[in-house]
């Protein structure tokens, strides 16, 4: 049992050792120094990218012209963001009805984030042109 028990727990250190590290959410002011300026191009279930642009003045401008699964949306639109403690968070004028949703940010590589909306929908993007 003793022998049972030790193989277990080496077993588990291994694969915790060979496990990438868990990473942390990025502050408000890490999200705004990553995003500020930049395209964030958002990962489709559909195997598309979707274009957003944060400005350095708080908008932010999509466009949907050329997702056709996104018909339901206006083509193009400008809304708002801004950081609201360690989260991102964004306003479209008819996007989801005009609602606010934030988002926590985790950074997974030098140009790519995962995303969790305070919905509980999450996704993953990249960052540049």
Known sequence: M????AG???LGMAAY???PAVADDLSGAEIKKLISGEKVFLSTPFGGELPLSYRTNGQVSGDVSGISAASMFAPKEI???WIEGNRLCQQWPTWY???QFCFTIVKTGDSTITW???D???GTARIGN
Do not use: E, P, Q
């Open 8 to 10: 277990i727990l080496a």
């Open 79 to 81: 809304g708002k963001w």
């Open 2 to 5: 003793r022998n049972g028990l």
């Open 97 to 99: 009805k005009g609602r």
């Open 120 to 122: 509980g929908t999450s």
């Open 17 to 19: 050792a060979i496990c």
């Open 116 to 118: 969790l909306r305070d």
